[in-house]
C-alpha cells in the first residue's frame, strides 16, 4: 500500500472507523499520521470515549467530534458540516480523505450525508491527492442485518469494480480489539465478527484520484 504522510478519515457515527475500514487505518497509522473527524456522537454519551479507545488502539492520532446529533445530517446542515471538515483540511493538510461510498454502505442516510460532504470537500481542496470510499463486496452483509432496522440494504459492489484492495491480515487482531472497544454495539460487533471470520481479511475501496 502506498505510504501517505496525513491522512484523514471522516464518518457519521462512533464504530463505522472499525466496523468498516478499522484494518486500513491500522496499517495506515503504521505509516504516517491518521486522524479522525466523527460528525455526529452517537445516540449513548458512552460512544465518545469508546471511539477514543478503539482510535488508541488503532494507533490513530486524533479523534475529533463536530456534536451533530444522530441521524440529523440532512440538507439544512450539509453546507455547515463542510464548512467545519474544511476548516480542519485547511489547519491540518491531508493527503488523503477516507469515508463511505456513495451509498454508504448500509444505507443509513447519515453515511449517505457524510460521504456527499466528504466528496465536496474533496473537490474543493485541490490539495488533496486522494479520495477513498470505502466499499463492500456485493450481499456480503446483507443478511447479516437484514430485518433489523435498515428500511434497504444496498447490495454492494461487485470485485471488479473496486480499484483498491488492502490485505488487512497483519492488523486483524488489532481490529477485532477496537471493535471490541464498542461495548455498546457489542451485538453489531460480534455479529461483524461473525461475518468476516471465514472470509479472507480484506478492505476494499473505490479511489479517486485528483486530476
Known amino acids: 500500500m502506498k505510504e501517505f504522510k496525513r491522512v484523514l478519515a471522516v464518518f457519521a457515527h462512533p464504530d463505522d472507523e472499525v466496523f468498516g475500514p478499522g484494518g486500513t487505518l491500522a496499517l495506515m497509522a503504521q505509516q504516517g499520521e491518521v486522524k479522525i473527524i466523527c460528525v455526529t456522537d452517537g445516540v449513548d454519551t458512552r460512544r465518545r470515549e469508546e471511539l477514543r479507545t478503539s482510535a488508541k488502539i488503532l494507533s490513530v492520532k486524533e479523534v475529533v467530534f463536530l456534536d451533530y446529533a444522530d441521524g440529523s445530517l ?76 435498515f428500511i434497504y440494504f444496498p447490495p454492494g459492489y461487485r470485485k471488479e469494480e473496486m480499484n483498491k484492495v488492502v490485505d488487512t491480515t497483519s492488523v486483524y487482531a488489532t481490529q477485532v480489539k477496537a471493535m471490541m472497544a464498542h461495548e455498546t454495539q457489542r451485538k453489531d460487533a460480534l455479529q461483524i465478527m461473525a461475518q468476516r471470520t471465514l472470509l479472507p481479511k480484506r478492505e476494499y475501496f473505490l479511489v479517486k484520484k485528483r486530476k
Not at 88 to 109: A, C, D, M, N
Request: glycine share 2%; no cysteine.
Open 74 to 149: 440532512n440538507h439544512a446542515v450539509y453546507h455547515q458540516v463542510a464548512k467545519e471538515i474544511t476548516e480542519y483540511v485547511k489547519q491540518w493538510q491531508p493527503e488523503v480523505l477516507l469515508t463511505f461510498e456513495p451509498r454508504g454502505i448500509s444505507g443509513h442516510l447519515d453515511h449517505i450525508a457524510v460521504a456527499m460532504i466528504t466528496a465536496y470537500v474533496f473537490r474543493e481542496n485541490k490539495q488533496i491527492k486522494e479520495l477513498w470510499y470505502f466499499a463492500e463486496l456485493e450481499y456480503r452483509f446483507e443478511r447479516a442485518f437484514k430485518n433489523k432496522y
